[in-house]
């Protein structure tokens, strides 16, 4: 059965670390495998780290989309679906289109459906009053094809296909004599059933006579015609009727709008368009792609059928790490091992908390209550997570729940957990070509605490050749990240697995002081060291927002 209910994003935190970009696929597959009603995307909110580049390279998945904000898009409105038209489309078509349509403006594109102008309702009226104007065909460049549409007309003698009105026109109202004083060469003459008046056009070389009320054409005339390459119609219209529908003939593009056009991309966000279409008068805005290419029309009344993208949030639960414009979602749930933030939700969610290593233990569980087996693939990105999360069964996070899950997993990935390990976090911990916001932004969080704001991040080093290489990296930067980021703090850990100690890092009028107060160490130059400490999540944040509330008791 194909899916064709609404798409669900499943999201991990910013900066995401190897157990929010796995979980986040591993638990889309396992929805799209149990709920065929909804469609199920895996999504990040930050850029893949290496050691989870890593694992999906080793399990040849490709990484999820890209999603740095949520908010309402115009990708997310029912908008106008409507077709472009051509420039040469004539004001009689268009009229026509635009009532067909129920709107008030058409978007002019060419060939490679790429926008060139806009011609609304208004426009198209305001073309009528150019009916004074005897040259508006000629400036307007019209198709003779568009002149046989306008009149109904029929052709009698010459080719129209790829050519365009040349002179002024004329209305034969009088006698030949008369008409000859004003009609020139290339000029569109509509006169009636008078032979005489016929004549006196083609010998004043015309470029097109239109013969009024349907009346027949001799022969003679017709030969005429075709020997001096004049173009002759026959409609079925009178003389005054033609002459006025002879002005719609003139293509749209004569009449549209072509500079300065506001158009939206598919990605604007729906706030940022609501206030544009409040400051000006149009109602309808072209939404084109990046190239230029048009996609539909929005309106303001499109905008009241706005759905909110639709989350799962994985391995997080607090809006300070969530992707932005979280607050315009709808959360649907929220699978995660963390203390229990600040993220609101319109309504009872699905909440999935637990004391565990990785959210991907939590993960791996639900496969289980399900009754679904994963496939290599994502067996082995969720033992790749909890390895990640575990410190390979280090940290004091690690639960002997996340330990059975792994050796599960690591069966049905059929690798060998030690050697995996081992490469991953070789991997990861290599800083070689990275910039210093690179490395910060690899595991990287903020948290805040009474009334303290501030970040923590991580790196775990399988060897000291890593953690100097990361440290010499990171110091001079730290200073700089600080004011950039607008926090109170911030602390950077090297974690060195081997000896199961913590290098910790740190920024701020008062960090070391307030290190010093939560660990019980000394801290040198910006660094203390932290035996034993492992765990951001258990051992790092508790133990810092208990040294900040201790000195700023609310």
């Not at 508006?136 to 019209?142: E, S």
């Not at 009178?238 to 549209?256: D, L």
């Not at 920024?507 to 070391?512: I, L, N, W």
């Not at 307030?514 to 130059?525: I, M, P, Q, S, T």
Request: proline share 4%.
């Amino acid at each position: 059965m194909e899916q064709s209910g609404h798409k669900v994003k499943v999201i991990g935190h910013k900066n995401p670390d190897t157990d929010s970009i796995c979980s986040a696929i591993a638990y889309a597959a396992l929805k799209n495998a149990v709920d065929k009603t909804h469609r199920y995307e895996p999504c990040r909110a930050g850029l893949v780290n290496r050691e989870s580049q890593f694992a999906l390279d080793y399990f040849g998945v490709e990484p999820p989309r890209l999603y740095t904000d949520v908010s309402p898009q115009l990708q997310d409105v029912d908008y106008r679906l409507d077709t472009g038209v051509d420039a040469s489309l004539s004001l009689r078509r268009a009229w026509n289109l635009l009532g067909e349509r129920k709107a008030d403006t058409l978007c002019v594109v060419d060939g490679e459906n790429v926008l060139r102008g806009l011609v609304t309702i208004r426009d198209v009226t305001r073309a009528y009053m150019d009916m004074i104007d005897e040259e508006i065909l000629a400036k307007a460049g019209t198709p003779y094809e568009n002149l046989v549409d306008a009149l109904d007309a029929e052709i009698l003698a010459g080719e129209v296909a790829g050519k365009t009105v040349e002179g002024k026109l004329v209305i034969g109202a009088g006698s030949a004599e008369m008409m000859e004083a004003s009609i020139g060469k290339g000029d569109v003459v509509i006169v009636s059933n008078r032979a005489d008046s016929q004549l006196a056009a083609i010998e004043r070389e015309a470029g097109c006579i239109v013969v009024c009320q349907g009346a027949k054409v001799s022969k003679t005339i017709c030969s005429l015609a075709e020997e001096h390459g004049c173009i002759l119609l026959c409609s079925p219209h009178s003389t005054y009727v033609a002459g006025q529908m002879a002005v719609q003939a003139a293509p749209v593009g004569h009449y549209m709008v072509s500079e300065n056009l506001l158009t939206f991309s598919p990605h604007s966000l729906v706030e940022t368009v609501t206030k544009v279409m409040a400051s000006v008068r149009y109602r309808y805005f072209p939404i084109v792609d990046e190239s230029e290419h048009y996609l539909g029309l929005v309106s303001r009344r499109n905008l009241l059928n706005l759905e909110k993208k639709r989350l799962i949030l994985v391995d997080h639960n607090e809006k300070a790490q969530a992707v932005d414009g979280l607050e315009e979602s709808e959360i649907l749930e929220i699978i995660d091992h963390h203390r229990i933030g600040a993220v609101e939700t319109e309504g009872p969610v699905y909440f999935r908390n637990m004391p565990v290593g990785a959210t991907c233990t939590i993960v791996y569980q639900l496969y289980k209550e399900q009754g679904v087996v994963p496939d290599r693939a994502r067996a082995g990105l969720m033992l790749s997570a909890i390895l990640s999360d575990t410190l390979m069964f280090r940290s004091p996070t690690c639960t002997p729940m996340d330990e059975a899950a792994a050796g599960e997993l690591a069966k049905l990935a059929e690798v060998d957990m030690e050697e995996y390990a081992q490469a991953m976090f070789d991997h990861g911990g290599d800083v070689s070509g990275k910039s210093p916001e690179e490395l910060l932004r690899t595991d990287y969080k903020i948290f805040t605490g009474g009334g303290t704001r501030f970040g923590v991040g991580q790196s775990i080093c399988m060897s000291d050749k890593n953690r100097f290489a990361g440290e010499e990296l990171l110091r001079p930067y730290l200073d700089t990240a600080l004011r950039k980021q607008g926090v109170d703090f911030i602390f950077y850990m090297f974690t060195d697995v081997p000896t199961s100690t913590t290098e910790l890092m740190m920024a701020g009028d008062g960090a070391a002081e307030l290190v010093e107060r939560a660990f019980g160490v000394e801290a040198k130059n910006g660094l203390a060291t932290l035996p034993g400490v492992m765990s951001r999540k258990k051992q790092m944040i508790p133990a810092l927002l208990s040294a900040i509330k201790a000195e700023r008791p609310q």
